[in-house]
C-alpha cells in the first residue's frame, strides 16, 4: 500500500501553488496528517512565511524529518508539457513543479512515519517533523526561524534526515552530510567619467580593475581536506556604463561569491581578498554577506543507519558527499550534530517540466521508515536504540 498513498500525497502537494513565500495549503494539509499521529503542531510563523514545528513524544533522542513546501517560479507555463501545478504521470515519472525539489521527499517522509508509528505505538525517543515555505527564497523567515525559536526555549534535535534532491542517477546512492560555505560580496570600483575620445580626462574603472581580478580569478584559495573540495570563487555579475559605446564609466559593480571549505575562515578570504584589491591602489567600496558556515556530519549512528537503510533497500552503498549549494541545513546544523540529507535525482530541480520517478517514491519512503526502525525501532537487535539513548540520556 505504500505506492498509492506516497503517489497520492506527492500529487496533493504538487497540487499546491506554493511558490516562495506561499505554502499553498501544504503545510496544512501536513499539519492534517500528522494530528491523528499524536503529533502536537506549532505554527512558528514569521512576516509572510509559514512555518510547521511538529513533534510526537517528549523524550530523546529526538529525530526530526526537515523540509520546504514551497517552489521556485514555474516560469512561462507554455513551456511546460502539462501545467506546473497539475500533477501528471507520464512514463514512468509524475510530473510538476515541486515534484523533485523536494515534495515528493514530504510524502515520502510523511507515509515513512505514519508506517513506523503504526508498527512501533510506543518507541524510544520523538519524532518531529520541520517545515517551512521560506527555502527558495531569502530563507529568513523559514527555518532559520524555527530554529531561533527553539534555541531560545533550550531545545535541540539530535538526529536530523533533510528531504534535499541528493541522488545523481538512483535514488540512494549520494547522501549529503555536509554543506560549503557561502561568502558573497559587492565591490564597486570607481573610475572617472568622460567621453572615450579623451581617456585622459578621466579614469576607466574596468581598465584599472582588470588586473586584480585576474589575480583573484587565479589565487588558489586552499587546498580543502578530506571531506571537503578546495574553496572556489566565481564572479556572478559584473556592470558597468551608461548603455552609450562613447561614454568611459564612472565605476563598475562586480557581485562575487566564495563557495568555502572549513580550510578557510570566512575572515580569512576577505582579508586576503582586500590584500589583493590594496596590491592594486584600487579607489573601491566592498560589502560583504556571509550566507551560511560549512558544516559536517562524520561517521556516526545516523550515518551508520541511513547506509544501512540505503543498502537493505536499494541494494546500493550510497557515497557521501558535500558538494552543491546551500540549503536550509545550514541552519539546523547550528542545533543538531548528526544530520544528513537523502532524496530523490536532482537533475530536473527547478527546471521546466519538473519530474521524479514513480518508482522512486515507495524506495525513498521505505528509506527513510528503515532509518527511523535503526534509531527508534522497538525490534530487538537493531543497532543504536537504546545505545543512542543511553548516551544521549547520559550526556555521552
Known sequence: MTLPAVLDLAQALIACPSVTPEDGGALESIRARLLPLGFCCEA?????????????????????????????????????TSPPFVPTLRDGFLYGRGAADMKASLAAMLVAAENFIQSNPVHPGSIAFLLTSDEEGDARDGTLAVVETLKARGETIDYCVVGEPTAVARVG????????????????????????????????????????????????????????????WQVSNLHAGVGANNVIPAFVDVLFNFRFSPASAPECLQARFTEILEKYALDYELDWTLGAQPFLTRQGELAEAAREAIRETTGLIPGFSTTGGTSDARFIAEICPQLLEIGPVNATSHQIDECVAIDALPTLTRIHERILERMLGNNPGEPNTQEAVSKIESGG
Not at 62 to 79: I, M, Q, R
Request: proline share 8%; aromatic share 8%.
Open 173 to 232: 546512492d549520494t547522501i549529503k552530510n555536509g554543506r560549503r560555505g557561502s561568502l558573497s560580496g559587492r565591490l564597486k570600483v570607481k573610475g572617472a567619467q568622460c567621453h572615450i575620445a579623451y581617456p585622459e580626462k578621466g579614469k576607466n574603472p574596468i581598465h584599472a580593475l582588470a588586473p586584480a581580478l585576474t589575480e583573484l580569478v587565479m589565487t588558489r584559495w586552499d587546498e580543502g581536506n578530506a571531506y571537503f573540495s578546495p574553496t572556489t
Open 44 to 80: 512558528i510563523d514569521r512576516n509572510a512565511t509559514r512555518n510547521l514545528w511538529a513533534r510526537r513524544g517528549t523524550k530523546v533522542p529526538l529525530f526530526c524529518f526537515a523540509g520546504h513546501v514551497d517552489v521556485v517560479p514555474p516560469g512561462p507555463l507554455d513551456a511546460w
